[in-house]
Protein backbone atom coordinates (compact mmCIF):
# COMPACT_ATOMS: atom_id res chain seq x y z
CA UNK A 1 0.00 0.00 0.00
CA UNK A 2 1.61 3.09 -1.20
CA UNK A 3 0.79 5.87 1.03
CA UNK A 4 1.39 9.72 0.36
CA UNK A 5 1.41 12.11 3.77
CA UNK A 6 0.15 15.83 3.36
CA UNK A 7 0.44 18.67 5.58
CA UNK A 8 0.26 22.05 6.11
CA UNK A 9 -3.71 23.02 5.38
CA UNK A 10 -5.56 25.79 7.16
CA UNK A 11 -7.46 28.51 7.75
CA UNK A 12 -6.00 31.47 6.02
CA UNK A 13 -7.12 35.51 5.41
CA UNK A 14 -7.77 36.39 2.09
CA UNK A 15 -4.18 37.33 0.15
CA UNK A 16 -2.28 34.92 2.63
CA UNK A 17 -0.66 32.16 2.15
CA UNK A 18 -0.01 28.30 3.32
CA UNK A 19 2.55 25.82 2.38
CA UNK A 20 1.24 22.18 1.65
CA UNK A 21 3.63 19.30 1.92
CA UNK A 22 3.55 15.72 0.37
CA UNK A 23 6.02 12.95 1.28
CA UNK A 24 5.74 9.93 -0.83
CA UNK A 25 7.91 6.52 -0.66
CA UNK A 26 11.20 6.86 -2.12
CA UNK A 27 10.24 3.78 -4.26
CA UNK A 28 7.31 6.17 -6.42
CA UNK A 29 9.10 9.16 -5.85
CA UNK A 30 11.77 9.48 -8.29
CA UNK A 31 10.37 7.87 -10.71
CA UNK A 32 6.43 9.43 -10.68
CA UNK A 33 5.15 12.79 -11.95
CA UNK A 34 3.70 14.68 -8.83
CA UNK A 35 0.38 16.57 -8.67
CA UNK A 36 -1.99 18.80 -6.76
CA UNK A 37 -5.70 18.41 -7.42
CA UNK A 38 -8.31 20.11 -5.71
CA UNK A 39 -12.19 19.37 -4.79
CA UNK A 40 -14.19 22.41 -3.82
CA UNK A 41 -18.10 21.59 -2.81
CA UNK A 42 -20.36 20.26 -5.24
CA UNK A 43 -17.78 20.98 -8.00
CA UNK A 44 -15.07 17.85 -9.54
CA UNK A 45 -11.81 17.39 -8.82
CA UNK A 46 -9.52 19.46 -10.53
CA UNK A 47 -5.95 19.56 -11.07
CA UNK A 48 -3.68 22.72 -9.70
CA UNK A 49 -0.59 21.71 -10.38
CA UNK A 50 1.46 19.39 -11.10
CA UNK A 51 5.39 18.13 -11.59
CA UNK A 52 7.30 15.71 -13.45
CA UNK A 53 10.45 13.84 -12.05
CA UNK A 54 12.54 15.85 -14.22
CA UNK A 55 11.31 18.59 -12.74
CA UNK A 56 8.95 19.84 -15.89
CA UNK A 57 5.78 21.93 -14.53
CA UNK A 58 2.16 22.86 -15.23
CA UNK A 59 -0.46 24.82 -13.72
CA UNK A 60 -4.23 25.28 -14.13
CA UNK A 61 -4.92 28.85 -15.69
CA UNK A 62 -6.51 30.25 -12.06
CA UNK A 63 -3.60 29.34 -10.13
CA UNK A 64 -0.51 31.02 -12.72
CA UNK A 65 1.63 33.02 -10.68
CA UNK A 66 -0.11 32.60 -7.26
CA UNK A 67 1.17 28.61 -7.21
CA UNK A 68 4.30 27.69 -7.17
CA UNK A 69 5.15 23.62 -7.39
CA UNK A 70 8.07 22.15 -6.38
CA UNK A 71 10.20 18.79 -5.55
CA UNK A 72 12.73 17.76 -2.83
CA UNK A 73 14.03 14.57 -4.23
CA UNK A 74 16.26 14.06 -1.19
CA UNK A 75 13.30 14.55 0.91
CA UNK A 76 11.00 12.69 -0.97
CA UNK A 77 8.79 15.73 -0.84
CA UNK A 78 6.27 17.57 -3.15
CA UNK A 79 5.52 21.29 -2.06
CA UNK A 80 3.08 23.30 -3.01
CA UNK A 81 3.07 27.17 -2.30
CA UNK A 82 0.25 29.04 -2.33
CA UNK A 83 0.14 32.94 -2.17
CA UNK A 84 -2.51 35.57 -2.85
CA UNK A 85 -4.95 33.28 -1.82
CA UNK A 86 -8.36 33.72 -2.42
CA UNK A 87 -11.92 32.88 -1.13
CA UNK A 88 -12.09 30.58 -4.36
CA UNK A 89 -9.24 29.04 -3.67
CA UNK A 90 -11.43 27.01 -0.56
CA UNK A 91 -11.14 23.33 -1.22
CA UNK A 92 -9.76 19.79 0.04
CA UNK A 93 -6.20 19.20 -1.57
CA UNK A 94 -4.99 16.18 -2.71
CA UNK A 95 -1.51 14.92 -3.13
CA UNK A 96 -0.82 12.95 -6.43
CA UNK A 97 1.36 10.59 -8.03
CA UNK A 98 1.05 8.86 -11.40
CA UNK A 99 2.73 6.72 -13.72
CA UNK A 100 1.33 5.28 -16.93
CA UNK A 101 -0.18 2.34 -15.09
CA UNK A 102 -0.93 3.56 -11.81
CA UNK A 103 -2.35 6.56 -9.61
CA UNK A 104 -1.45 6.85 -6.01
CA UNK A 105 -3.97 9.67 -3.57
CA UNK A 106 -3.18 11.46 -0.57
CA UNK A 107 -5.82 11.88 2.14
CA UNK A 108 -6.86 15.07 1.33
CA UNK A 109 -5.79 18.56 3.23
CA UNK A 110 -8.74 21.05 3.75
CA UNK A 111 -7.70 24.89 3.08
CA UNK A 112 -10.27 27.70 3.98
CA UNK A 113 -9.14 30.91 2.76
CA UNK A 114 -11.64 33.24 4.74
CA UNK A 115 -12.05 36.25 7.01
Known amino acids: QVQLVESGGGLVQPGGSLRLSCAAP????????MGWYRQAPGKARELVAA???????NYADSVKGRFTISRDNAKNTVYLQMNSLKPEDTAVYYC?????????WGQGTQVTVSS
Open 26 to 33: GSIFSIYT
Open 96 to 104: NARSATRVY
Open 51 to 57: ITSGGST
